[in-house]
């Protein structure tokens, strides 16, 4: 089991900036991770994922350029850095674990799940 603690989330003006974090802890650290969002009344949809090693990593095109996905293994964390914030942007912001060395852009692909942190984007 894996056990998945995201922090970092707020009140933002739009064009300012968040880092998110994602502890996880159990079992070793070796989990292709993802960060995933949801706005009220509407669907989960994917945000970034990034490879086991960190090699490779994957934007939905809504935050290509903006976000960036990045991991320290050593720390067990995952993070997801939010640049020049949108309104569209508010959601509930889920970190997630898969049971792959591979990245995945779909909810379906991922094993394990942390409660959400809140991101809120003014206008």
């Known amino acids: 089991q894996v056990q998945l603690v995201e922090s970092g989330g707020g009140l933002v003006q739009a064009g300012g900036s968040l880092r998110l974090s994602c502890a996880a802890s159990?079992?070793?650290?070796?989990?292709?991770m993802g960060w995933f969002r949801q706005a009220p009344g509407k669907e989960r949809e994917f945000v970034a994922t990034?490879?086991?090693?960190?090699?490779?990593?994957t934007y939905a095109d809504s935050v290509k350029g903006r976000f960036t996905i990045s991991r320290d293994n050593a720390k067990n964390t995952v993070y997801l850095q939010m640049n020049s914030l949108k309104p569209a942007d508010t959601a509930v912001y889920y970190c997630?674990?898969?049971?792959?060395?591979?990245?995945?852009?779909?909810?379906?692909?991922?094993?394990?799940w942390g409660q959400g942190t809140q991101v809120t984007v003014s206008s």
């Open positions: 159990g079992r070793t650290f070796r989990y292709a």
């Open positions: 990034i490879t086991v090693n960190g090699g490779t990593t």
């Open positions: 997630a674990a898969r049971d792959s060395i591979l990245g995945h852009t779909s909810t379906e692909g991922y094993n394990y």
